[in-house]
């Protein structure tokens, strides 16, 4: 089985990260995608409580159907997530699987910085999703870019009690509401 494996800090999950899923999902020919939120940021910096991040991504993944996920892997490993420690522990527990990995045109350059970025490489291929005003890259593809929304403008909104209807989708809004995530100061 092919796999797609979206990571990110998912704090929150927004419309944007559903999108490109679907996205991935129609597109890319994988069978499965799994949403995998970051345990600990490796830049320090600050998140919801991992519990309601995986939770969270539970909700965005029922709405895509069957063929997505969530996987709690970084939990399971501890510590700052790393994309390579990460991929290397799936393929370990699911050698029957080739993963690859999606990343947002906007950290394509970036990834020369990553840990293990020469071996990362080497162990997987990238499905580069196109951003808002930055492309994926030539051919059809090119053309396919998500729309320009943030989880740091989605938190800000919150906590400045402003709506962000329609940036998350009606479960994770609800779920966000119900815990009293982001509201008022908060990890920004």
């Known amino acids: 089985m092919r796999v797609a494996l979206y990571g990110g800090s998912f704090n929150p999950p927004h419309l944007g ?16 995608l ?22 969270m991504c539970r909700l965005a993944a029922a709405a ?7 996987t709690d892997i970084e939990r ?14 799936l393929q370990a527990r699911h050698p029957e699987h080739e993963f690859a990995l999606v990343i947002g045109a906007d950290l394509v350059a970036e990834t020369a910085t990553w840990f293990g ?5 080497a162990t997987v291929p990238f499905i580069v999703v196109g ?11 090119a053309a396919i870019e998500m729309p320009a929304v943030s989880s740091t403008e ?6 400045e009690g402003k709506p962000v209807k329609g940036l998350v989708s009606r479960a994770v809004l609800e779920y966000i509401q119900a815990r009293g995530l982001f509201a008022g100061p908060g990890p920004a």
């Open 17 to 32: 990260h559903e999108l490109a899923a679907l996205y991935v999902l129609e597109t890319a020919g994988v069978d499965e």
């Open 34 to 55: 799994w949403l995998m939120p970051a345990f600990q940021h490796p830049f320090e910096k600050a998140l919801a409580p991992f519990e309601d991040r995986l939770e």
């Open 64 to 70: 895509l159907g069957p063929r997505a996920r969530v």
């Open 76 to 89: 399971e490993l501890g510590d700052e997530s790393r994309t390579l420690r990460t991929v290397r522990a």
């Open 117 to 121: 970025a020469e071996e990362l490489r």
């Open 131 to 141: 951003r808002a005003g930055l492309a994926a890259g030539a051919g059809p593809r």
């Open 154 to 159: 989605i938190r800000r909104a919150l906590g």
